[in-house]
């Protein structure tokens, strides 16, 4: 078998969903899906071909059962997986307004808080090229903060490149509190960062001066920009990637599927334009069905679009 490529740290969380345009609180059919940010992008960097290891831990009641077969399925390699005899898997309800989400979320004391160190078989993280993590799996608790930092000095002792999405959620913990981890932890571990310009307006962070005012700046940095495509930097180089034109189901998931797509170029050894494309490309298929999971693209329908959107360019050029 195939060594694992990335290790990928943090919480799943099941989905409840009610019809397009309704609110939870309504009396209308629900449907159920899987979530969880790092659970999103561990399935999705999967489909794109590479062997991903997912550590969390997971309530043992059916929803937590019900991941575990949706990560067998979806090839993601489970040897880090956790499972906790007291503690539930988190839930969030989505409620729509207009194209708009409203989340309420039911993680506190989750299973995935309460990752223990102590079991980790380091020896799977050793083998790994990356870490991914977010500001999602540091805030969900103090427990699970201090494993992302014994997990990042892990990294940063044996050469793995540690991908950090900021991921800020203002229910999860305090602004300051937010500002100072999420800031140590780019100057101090941050190889690959992605951020958007809400995220950083949310922390009272102006997103032309934060690079500038860091006391290290990441090898690559991501800004995710949603239907404006995405900004790459990478030391001198900055660089703009147009989005890919998609009929849009549900946001959701989205910027999880983007970080995928960027970590398989950056696997892949792409060039930077090219990874960009890569990444926008599968954060727009992933676009096209209801919850995260639904639409995540493998490689031909990333390569077909990327095709199709190459060949326009080339009759535009003409």
Same mark, same amino acid.
């Given at each position: 078998?195939?060594p694992?490529e990335?290790?990928?740290y943090g919480?799943?969380?099941?989905g409840?969903?009610p019809?397009?345009g309704?609110?939870i609180?309504e009396?209308?059919? /629900?449907?159920k899906?899987w979530?969880?940010?790092?659970?999103?992008?561990s399935l999705?960097?999967?489909?794109?071909?590479h062997?991903?290891?997912y550590?969390?831990?997971?309530?043992?009641?059916?929803?937590? *059962?019900?991941?575990?077969?949706i990560?067998q399925?979806?090839g993601v390699?489970?040897?880090?997986?956790q499972?906790?005899?007291?503690?539930?898997t &988190?839930?969030?309800? =989505?409620?729509f307004? &207009?194209k708009?989400?409203?989340?309420t979320?039911y !993680?506190?004391?989750s299973?995935?808080c309460f990752? #223990? %160190?102590?079991?980790?078989?380091?020896? =799977? =993280?050793?083998?790994? !090229?990356?870490?991914?993590l977010?500001?999602?799996?540091?805030?969900i608790?103090?427990?699970?903060?201090?494993?992302s930092?014994k997990l990042? @000095?892990?990294?940063? +002792?044996?050469?793995? /490149?540690?991908?950090?999405?900021?991921n800020?959620?203002?229910?999860l913990?305090?602004? @300051?509190? %937010?500002?100072?981890?999420i800031?140590?932890t =780019?100057? @101090?571990?941050? #190889?690959?960062?992605?951020?958007?310009? #809400?995220?950083?307006?949310?922390?009272?962070?102006?997103p032309d001066s934060?690079?500038?005012?860091?006391i290290?700046?990441?090898?690559?940095?991501? /800004?995710?920009?949603?239907?404006? &495509?995405c900004?790459?930097?990478?030391?001198e180089r900055r660089?703009?990637v147009?989005p890919y034109?998609v009929?849009? %189901?549900d946001?959701?998931g989205?910027g999880? +599927?983007?970080?995928a797509?960027?970590?398989?170029?950056?696997?892949e050894? /792409?060039? *930077?334009?090219?990874t960009?494309r890569?990444?926008?490309a599968v954060? +727009? *298929?992933?676009?096209?069905?209801?919850?995260?999971? !639904?639409?995540?693209? #493998?490689?031909?329908e990333v390569?077909?679009l990327l095709?199709?959107a190459?060949?326009g360019r080339?009759?535009?050029?003409?």
């Amino acid at each position: 078998m195939n060594p694992v490529e990335v290790v990928s740290y943090g919480e799943p969380l099941i989905g409840i969903y009610p019809p397009e345009g309704h609110s939870i609180a309504e009396d209308q059919p /629900l449907s159920k899906t899987w979530g969880g940010d790092t659970s999103n992008f561990s399935l999705a960097l999967s489909k794109l071909g590479h062997r991903t290891a997912y550590l969390t831990r997971i309530g043992s009641e059916d929803f937590g *059962l019900s991941f575990v077969d949706i990560w067998q399925r979806g090839g993601v390699d489970l040897s880090l997986l956790q499972r906790d005899p007291v503690n539930p898997t &988190g839930l969030y309800f =989505i409620s729509f307004e &207009g194209k708009k989400h409203n989340f309420t979320y039911y !993680r506190r004391n989750s299973a995935a808080c309460f990752v #223990d %160190a102590e079991s980790i078989d380091w020896q =799977i =993280i050793r083998q790994a !090229r990356i870490l991914h993590l977010s500001g999602i799996s540091q805030g969900i608790s103090r427990n699970a903060l201090e494993v992302s930092f014994k997990l990042m @000095e892990f990294a940063r +002792a044996n050469g793995i /490149l540690v991908s950090y999405d900021i991921n800020f959620r203002p229910p999860l913990w305090h602004r @300051e509190v %937010a500002r100072a981890v999420i800031r140590h932890t =780019i100057n @101090e571990y941050a #190889d690959i960062l992605q951020m958007t310009e #809400d995220e950083l307006e949310l922390l009272g962070w102006d997103p032309d001066s934060f690079l500038r005012d860091l006391i290290r700046i990441p090898g690559l940095v991501a /800004l995710k920009r949603g239907a404006k &495509g995405c900004v790459l930097l990478q030391g001198e180089r900055r660089i703009e990637v147009q989005p890919y034109a998609v009929e849009v %189901a549900d946001t959701v998931g989205a910027g999880d +599927a983007f970080d995928a797509g960027l970590i398989a170029g950056v696997l892949e050894e /792409l060039d *930077l334009e090219a990874t960009g494309r890569k990444a926008n490309a599968v954060a +727009a *298929l992933a676009c096209r069905g209801i919850g995260p999971l !639904r639409t995540q693209p #493998d490689p031909v329908e990333v390569d077909a679009l990327l095709g199709r959107a190459a060949n326009g360019r080339s009759a535009d050029d003409r």
